[in-house]
């Protein structure tokens, strides 16, 4: 099972819990994508879940534009139905998303921690938390390591 960690820091909701935020896995899409076995949503499935939520028209057409694995990461992540602001929420999701494929393909910022990368392997985290994690403060990083492997 693919593991999704969100520092409380980004998911308030999770503090609050007392317990790590968690997502479902990656929803069935139409094919397999290269980075993790995720499947590459179609045009319809991009269509749909635009439409199902309220986003301006440049956060609808910075989705459409994205790459394949990029949709992917951002479609994985479910709905902005809870979100204040759907379109900034959709913006920050495709970011994310654009920093966790460069991550991945081997594109690694100059920040990379190896200690992080290890952890994110290790716990077989999703892309959109491994992204979560990448970008936050090295002094976040080494508290969510120092917690130990993640347990669901």
Known sequence: ATRHFVPARLCPAAATAGASHRTPGPRSMSTPGPLDGGD????EEIDKFLSSNDVDENAANDLKSC???VQRIVL?????????????????RIRDARTSVSSVGGEKSSGSD???????????????AAA?????????????????????
């Not at 190896?114 to 959109?128: I, T, W, Y």
């Open 76 to 92: 994985s992540r479910g709905g902005l139905g809870t979100a204040r602001n759907p379109s900034a929420a959709l913006i920050a």
């Open 114 to 128: 190896p200690g992080v990368e290890a952890f994110l392997k290790a716990n077989e985290v999703d892309e959109s």
């Open 132 to 152: 979560s994690l990448r970008s936050a403060p090295p002094d976040v990083q080494r508290t969510v390591i120092a917690r130990g492997e993640l347990t669901g």
């Open 40 to 43: 590459i949503p179609t045009n």
């Open 67 to 69: 790459p394949p694995e």
